[in-house]
């Protein structure tokens, strides 16, 4: 989700990680142990970027989902991860190559994932004494299907940890917005991730309604990468399509006229070239993923029960998720449909820090308010 | 216009005078929210609907804030929304009005403290448990190993020699429950015996001219021949000893013993087996020596240090043996009931190495 601002800054790896497909059998015999000096997650495994939250702690990592990979005559071995592999990006020789192990919010390369999610967990622990195993939360899209979420699960629980809880984004995005999801009144939330959009429409602690669109950020940034393209004759790498969108990109029309300059490769030359882009033409850049995020709110407005509906209509659609941070996003679904739109605070962690509200539900009921199995 | 018009009285009944507000507000900790919108909105010459229109809103929303009814509106997140876009509409400062908000109403925690139990998919790893199973196979795991560790640091003969005396004591009564062919008995039950009767201390003397003098009949007493061959003296009374009490056992369950031509083939067998010495015996007299042997298939038939005045032997295997003797000075070697002169040892080592039955 190339929205998503860094928040926490943290420590780059030392070293090439070798690359690894051993599993201890011992292992989970001490995984129970090494859960003392652990700290329960929330993981936001989002397509773009991992968020976790510690409760008590908030956001203590959020770094991309990007993992660099070196070829070492013959053997792959880890030569980044998050910030440092994403800096990377377009930028590597031929033995390395910066690969996003996650494609359209699930799982793409399952081994890779695990080592990303290995590295993440044992950089928000602070001891060093023991290897962490903690209890996880991981928010997996609607959409996901079983295969997929079992391949989270067991991605997570390779990674180290002892027990694995999966949640669906739009309630965990609900909760951490702070919608009351308990009651019996109906709240439509929209999350724009980087690689899925989620809507779902909650009430009484459950999913009436749930859709989710492969369209979040990352088409965002293919789509302008497309636009300058067509456009221009010039080719723009993600990164710089990335910079476009936070600066200048729009949803809406606006009053004020922006403008951005970027470099790329002039396709008929072959040189690189400087041009100039405004907020208008990435606004039209924009038109078609937007339009597909607005056909699945409208798609799931006609399928929510009427009394449902009466309450959305009343209180509002709540939009999360980094992609909510484009700007007038809000106006442009609430003139398409009518309704209230409202962009929770900090939309970027609203589904990790609703995970970590689970999460330490979970502690305080005791265990007692949801099912083991 | 009109419907403006409608709804400004509404307002102006239940709230006070702008003024009004602000002086009682200030007693407590300002203008409440309502009123600052309230103000900032007439202010700016506005509507509640100019306010509403915007945001898709219904009137009564905005109402209801400006009254600072609080609960009577949508929940937190939305309010915060709203006001947001309001300040930016009226010129307030967003956050002020935010913080003030969150003064005014305590920070709803509602999703947590309410009762929300959203549906989880909780999964464990594969093969492990809760925290309790785990611990329990931890437990498992080291009664396991404890009880490893003390079987090992026990002396393997006496493991052995206690496993020998429960073999004995396991078939003894079926010995006395007569319904066991004495040739058969006697073939399974006699080397335990003797086995038995070696690890015993030697029998008083007075009891021991007397049971070897005594009624053994010729097979029992070919078998004491047999193993005097390759036992001391002293312990041969003991033997005899062991024989003279199974004796009356034998001739009531089964006659036959002292009887042989009634059954030659009993006899035969028994005495054959009586009559056999050991294929192989090593007897260390001087001092502890470390014994390697192998039979003639190679198989490993020990490989252990024989203690000083203590003998093995090895009655069913099969040659040539192959012997390798840590300390053969003080070893003594039959090999079928005859000695056998050992080599000169490596200078180096001290250690020999011979096979035996080589013919």
């Known amino acids: 989700m190339p929205l998503r601002r860094g928040i926490a800054t943290m420590d780059r790896p030392t070293g090439p990680t070798t690359y690894s497909r051993h599993h201890s059998v011992i292992t989970p015999m001490f995984k129970g142990f090494r859960g003392i000096f652990s700290t329960d997650l929330s993981i936001d495994l989002g397509t773009a970027n991992t968020l976790i939250y510690v409760s008590g702690k908030g956001i203590v990592l959020d770094e991309p989902s990007v993992v660099a990979l070196r070829n070492d005559g013959g053997q792959t071995v880890i030569q980044a991860y998050g910030n440092e592999a994403k800096q990377m990006v377009g930028r590597t020789p031929k033995s390395i190559h910066a690969v996003r192990p996650l494609r359209d919010g699930v799982i793409a390369d399952f081994h890779v994932t695990e080592k990303m999610l290995q590295h993440f967990i044992k950089k928000v622990h602070s001891s060093h004494w023991f290897r962490p195993s903690p209890r996880v939360l991981v928010c997996v899209p609607v959409g996901a299907t079983q295969v997929e979420r079992r391949a989270i699960r067991e991605s997570v629980l390779s990674a180290g940890a002892r027990r694995a809880f999966i949640i669906e984004e739009p309630m965990a995005a609900a909760i951490g917005a702070g919608v009351d999801v308990d009651e019996p009144r109906g709240s439509m939330v929209v999350d724009i991730g980087g690689g899925t959009s989620e809507v779902g429409v909650i009430s009484l602690d459950g999913i009436v309604y749930s859709s989710s669109v492969r369209i979040g950020g990352d088409k965002f940034d293919e789509s302008i990468i497309a636009f300058v393209r067509r456009h221009y004759g010039i080719l723009i790498g993600e990164a710089t399509a990335e910079r476009i969108k936070k600066e200048i990109g729009s949803a809406y029309p606006g009053k004020e006229l922006r403008e951005i300059d970027v470099k790329g490769r002039n396709l008929a030359e072959g040189v690189p070239r400087s041009f100039t882009l405004n907020s208008n033409e990435i606004l039209e850049a924009l038109q078609e993923p937007l339009f597909g995020i607005v056909q699945a709110v409208r798609a799931a407005l006609e399928q929510t029960p009427p009394e449902l509906g009466a309450d959305i209509a009343d209180r509002g659609i709540v939009l999360t998720g980094g992609g909510a941070l484009l700007r007038d996003l809000d106006k442009l679904v609430m003139e398409e449909t009518g309704l209230p739109v409202v962009v929770a605070e900090n939309p970027l962690t609203c589904v990790a820090r609703g995970g970590g509200k689970v999460l330490e539900l979970i502690d305080q009921r005791n265990n007692t308010l949801f099912a083991d199995e | ?359």
């Open chain 2, 1 to 359: 216009m009109s419907e403006q018009e409608r709804r400004e009285p509404a307002v102006g009944a239940t709230a006070r005078e702008p003024d009004e507000a602000i002086t009682f507000g200030q007693e407590a900790a300002g203008p409440s929210v309502g009123e600052r919108i309230r103000g900032g909105r007439e202010a700016a010459g506005l509507s509640a609907a100019d306010l509403a229109q915007p945001l898709n809103l219904d009137l009564k929303v905005i109402e209801c804030i400006e009254r600072d009814e609080l609960d009577a509106v949508p929940g937190r997140p939305y309010i915060l929304a709203y006001l947001r876009a309001w300040a930016g509409q009226l010129g307030l400062d967003g956050d002020e009005l935010i913080a003030q908000y969150n003064a005014q109403r305590a920070p709803d925690n509602g999703a947590v403290q309410g009762g929300i139990h959203p549906t989880l998919d909780v999964m464990e790893p594969r093969g492990g448990g809760s925290g309790r199973r785990l611990l329990g196979w931890l437990g498992i795991l080291i009664v396991i190993a404890i009880v490893v560790l003390a079987l090992s640091r026990l002396d393997a003969d006496r493991v052995q020699a206690w496993w020998s005396d429960l073999q004995g004591e396991t078939t003894e009564p079926s010995t006395n429950s007569d319904s066991v062919p004495v040739d058969e008995e006697r073939s399974g039950d006699e080397r335990p015996a003797i086995e038995g009767a070696l690890d015993e201390p030697p029998a008083p003397p007075t009891e021991a001219p007397s049971s070897t003098e005594g009624a053994a009949d010729e097979t029992s007493a070919g078998a004491a021949e047999g193993i005097s061959l390759a036992l001391p003296a002293e312990r041969l009374a003991a033997i005899g000893a062991a024989t003279e009490e199974r004796e009356p056992v034998e001739s009531e369950s089964s006659p036959s013993v002292g009887e042989g031509e009634n059954e030659p083939n009993a006899d035969e067998s028994t005495s054959s087996a009586a009559d056999k010495p050991p294929a192989l015996l090593l007897r260390a007299t001087g001092a502890d020596s470390w014994v390697e042997v192998r039979d003639g298939n190679g198989e490993r038939l020990m490989y252990d240090v024989l203690a000083a005045g203590e003998e093995r032997e090895f009655a069913d295997a099969t040659g040539p043996f192959s012997l390798v003797l840590g300390q053969p000075e003080g070893l003594e070697v039959e090999y079928q009931g005859e000695p056998v002169e050992l080599g000169e040892s490596s200078g180096d080592t001290g250690v020999l190495r011979t096979t035996v039955g080589n013919s």
